[in-house]
């Protein structure tokens, strides 16, 4: 059984995706343990309420300074003792102690695909703004594993979504998470259940 600790930030629709894949039986051998938010606001934990799954409230807005966050957040993480951690939609830089201690063990859905349109700024409504600034025909999300760097780790998997010309960003966004985030975070998470997926080299290999 997979243990999987869930990290958002707002309206949770990827934690819903999973749970729904559960339900489904799309994912399979998995276990939420918990669900983590840096916003008190966030309806992702009201998603995680209304499942009985334990949702807690880590803010950098409750802590005297960045590292006193980073420190309380890694150690909630610790406590829950995940096999893996999923960023669901959480816009707070991981620290480098967590990633150090969960090498491998942390994933992220990226609505870019990687490398365009990702880094420092490239999150959420942004990133979407700028590539229909740019002109973009194809852009599409990227689900990869965290390492120390900004959506830098090695990619699982990624799949394409056409820009219309009458998209506004509100528009390929929810096209981005419907055809592609809600797709690819569920199947990176049974991937990783069943065993399917090593890192070897830095670069995602399937078995
Ligand atoms: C969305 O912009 C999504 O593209 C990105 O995080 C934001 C919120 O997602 N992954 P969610 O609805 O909270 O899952």
């Not at 983590?36 to 309806?43: E, T, V």
């Not at 991981?94 to 090498?103: D, G, H, L, T």
């Not at 349109?117 to 599409?140: A, M, N, P, Q, W």
């Amino acid at each position: 059984m997979l243990r999987i600790v869930v990290c958002v930030s707002g309206g949770g629709t990827n934690l819903q995706a999973i749970l729904d894949a559960i339900d489904r039986g799309k994912i399979t051998n998995t276990e939420i343990l918990a669900v983590i938010s840096n916003n008190a606001g966030a309806r992702a934990l009201t998603r995680a309420e209304s499942r009985g799954i334990p949702g807690f409230c880590i803010s950098p807005k409750s802590f005297s300074d960045r590292e006193a966050f980073n420190r309380a957040f890694t150690d909630k993480i610790c406590e829950l003792n995940p096999d893996l951690v999923v960023l669901a939609g959480f816009l707070v830089r991981i620290p480098e102690a967590m990633v150090a201690r969960f090498s491998n063990r942390i994933i992220n859905i990226h609505p870019s695909l990687i490398p365009s349109f990702c880094g420092v700024g490239y999150y959420g409504l942004k990133v979407h703004e700028k590539v229909l600034e740019r002109g973009i025909r194809v852009t599409g999300a990227t689900v990869h594993f965290v390492n120390e760097g900004m959506d830098e780790g090695p990619i699982i998997a990624q799949r394409a979504v056409s820009v219309e010309e009458e998209d506004t960003p509100e528009s390929l966004q929810r096209r981005v998470m419907e055809q592609a985030e809600w797709i690819l975070l569920p199947e990176a998470i049974d991937d990783i259940a069943d065993g399917r997926i090593a890192v070897v080299n830095n670069k995602v290999r399937r078995q």
